[in-house]
């Protein structure tokens, strides 16, 4: 019923930025929030940051504050994840979720009710 479409991952330097974004399709426009998660190679999928939808609230992990930041097109139904500052540890597969519960916990991935395949991203050095 909903289908999350991710893109902008890539390969880059320690220090640089990207943007992913997450198109959604369906009934996203009644979704309570959207979030990004990331799981590395060997390690358990972690939280990254999340957004209601109608509010805009935001929320960030402790690693990515102050250089992450994220924001949705409501009338696109896209949420983006704008990094910055980027170091080799953010090196992962990045997941796009939406949740279409109410008075959810946005840091958890059991709150989510969709996700979509991931994009890379790779920092060098």
């Known amino acids: 019923q909903v289908q999350l479409v991710e893109s902008g991952g890539g390969l880059v330097q320690a220090g640089g930025s990207l943007r992913l974004s997450c198109a959604a399709s369906?009934?996203?426009?009644?979704?309570?929030?959207m979030g990004w998660f990331r799981q590395a190679p060997g390690k358990e999928r972690e939280f990254v940051a999340a957004?209601?939808?109608?509010?805009?609230?935001?929320y960030y992990a402790d690693s990515v504050k102050g250089r992450f930041t994220i924001s949705r097109d409501n009338a696109k139904n896209t949420v983006y994840l704008q990094m910055n500052s980027l170091k080799p540890e953010d090196t992962a597969v990045y997941y796009c979720?939406?949740?279409?519960?109410?008075?959810?916990?946005?840091?958890?991935?059991?709150?989510?009710?969709?996700w979509g395949q991931g994009t890379q991203v790779t920092v060098s050095s």
């Open positions: 979720a939406a949740t279409y519960r109410r008075y959810t916990t946005f840091y958890y991935a059991t709150a989510y009710d969709y």
């Open positions: 957004i209601t939808w109608i509010a805009g609230n935001t």
């Open positions: 369906g009934r996203t426009f009644s979704c309570n929030g």
